[in-house]
């Protein structure tokens, strides 16, 4: 008898599996990164600057994390990291040109990973009246 119960636990098993490839999509959805949004930013130096970070699907949890320059970003008085279940933000408070580089957001969960990369060059404002007037009129 227990030989007959095991076989019938292991058929439920099999269905529930076939279900759950069946509807895969649903319960196994890797991170979608939102990436219609402006990647090469150039703000001008002491401005506030927004980097923005949003999911579009993936199954949760979904983890965010953010880097510069290949090496992790941390927070400090200047540099906040604010995240929720959607999405995630770096807030620059007072962008200077030690803040341009690459700014790369990782969203990952169990099923996969997607990224965005930001770059960032703080223009000093001598550099910004240079562009504008000479160089666009």
Excluded: M
Excluded at 53 to 73: A, H, N, Q, R, V
Excluded at 84 to 89: E, I, N, T, Y
Aim: one cysteine or more; glycine letters at 6%; aromatic letters at 12%.
């Amino acid at each position: 008898d227990w030989l007959k119960v095991c076989l019938i636990g292991v058929w439920i098993s099999l269905k529930i599996l076939k279900l759950l490839i069946f509807f895969g999509k649903i319960i196994a959805d890797p991170p979608k990164i939102n990436k219609n949004v402006l990647v090469n930013i150039e703000p001008i130096e002491n401005t506030f600057q927004l980097l923005s970070c949003s999911i579009l699907s993936g199954s949760e949890p979904i983890f965010f994390t953010w880097s510069k320059d290949d090496l992790p970003l941390r927070e400090t008085n200047d540099f906040k990291i604010e995240t929720d279940k959607q999405f995630s933000l770096v807030k620059i408070q007072t962008t200077n040109r030690n803040d341009s580089g690459r700014y790369s957001c990782q969203v990952r969960n169990a099923f996969g990973i997607d990224s965005l990369i930001f770059r960032l060059n703080v223009k000093g404002f001598c550099d910004y009246l240079i562009i504008k007037v000479f160089i666009h009129g």
